[in-house]
């Protein structure tokens, strides 16, 4: 049985699909020939270029924040930009209430901006 190479998986697609990206990947192969340039070591280097521009282009899609959880005492933040959950804890400062951000340990950051913008947060804090 022929090793596995690690640090790669299989996926079956539509015979048309394959086509056409073969077909792109051909003609590359030979524009860049004719062109003297570096061609296209393989199909599975050619496409995984192809996915991996697709990702990033969803990436960059993504909004920065988006609104992961809510708790009892506070809200979980996704930022996008840093890859990683902030969580903003609703407390109360004399008979006001704050936004606290854990991540950032400041009530004035985006985390906290984007917080105030969140439906639930304007409930907690009205009710107050
Ligand atoms: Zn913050």
Redesign the pocket.
């Known amino acids: 049985m022929p090793a596995k190479r690690t640090g790669l998986k299989t996926i079956n697609v539509d015979e048309d699909i394959f086509n056409y990206f073969y077909e792109q990947y051909k003609r590359e192969k030979e524009n860049a020939r004719l062109l003297g340039e570096p061609e296209p070591k393989s199909f599975v280097r050619f496409m995984t270029d192809k996915l991996r521009k697709l990702k990033e282009l969803e990436e960059k899609k993504k909004p920065r924040f988006e609104h992961f959880n809510v708790y009892e005492d506070h809200v979980t933040i996704r930022d996008n930009e840093t890859k990683r959950l902030?969580d903003?804890y609703v407390k109360n400062q004399g008979v006001r209430k704050i936004l606290w951000?854990?991540?950032?340990k400041?009530q004035e950051?985006?985390?906290?901006g984007y917080a105030w913008s969140l439906s639930y947060i304007q409930r907690v804090i009205a009710g107050s």
């Open positions: 902030i903003v951000c854990e991540f950032c400041s950051c985006i985390h906290v």
